[in-house]
């Protein structure tokens, strides 16, 4: 099981459609138990993928609640949510805010994305903020693909 979503910043040379080449940083985001395991799987997923030689020049813990993937984007856009909650303790409102990653074309299909998603989430929230992501790519653990998969044939069912 993921224990955390961790962004990885790789710097290599990209060969362009046109055939130029250029030094590039990217970030990915993938699920690991540690930096170390962040570490390793990133070699593990990029070793293939990569001509050449690429340099990690960073591993970040990254807060992301849940990703909602489909399968006509490409673009990431990092969505954040904030609901109020009851504190038992002294009967006064707690505000949670919770970061999600949504694949859409735009801001606005983004957000639509997200309402629906958490339809069922059982409280009201509200979305301060939809950005675009830098992100690359995802490599979710074994575990969270299988549920990311199962989320998308979902999705496609609905529509």
Request: glycine content about 4%; overall charge negative; some cysteine.
């Amino acid at each position: 099981m993921i224990n955390s979503w961790f962004t990885v910043k790789v710097k290599y040379t990209k060969q362009f459609q046109n055939g130029t080449l250029k030094r590039v940083s990217e970030p990915y985001l993938l699920g690991a138990n540690s930096f170390t395991d962040a570490e390793a799987r990133i070699y593990e997923e990029l070793g293939t993928r990569i001509r050449g030689e690429f340099h990690i020049l960073g591993i970040s813990r990254t807060e992301i609640q849940d990703i909602f993937a489909y399968d006509d984007s490409g673009i990431w856009y990092k969505c954040k949510i904030s609901y109020l909650v009851e504190n038992d303790e002294n009967d006064k409102q707690k505000k949670i805010s919770q970061q999600f990653l949504v694949e859409a074309n735009s801001i606005k299909e983004a957000f639509d994305r997200l309402k629906e998603s958490l339809a069922s989430m059982g409280v009201d929230f509200e979305v301060p903020s939809i950005l675009q992501s830098p992100i690359i790519d995802i490599f979710p653990d074994d575990e969270t693909k299988s549920v990311i998969i199962e989320n998308e044939a979902n999705q496609i069912e609905h529509e």
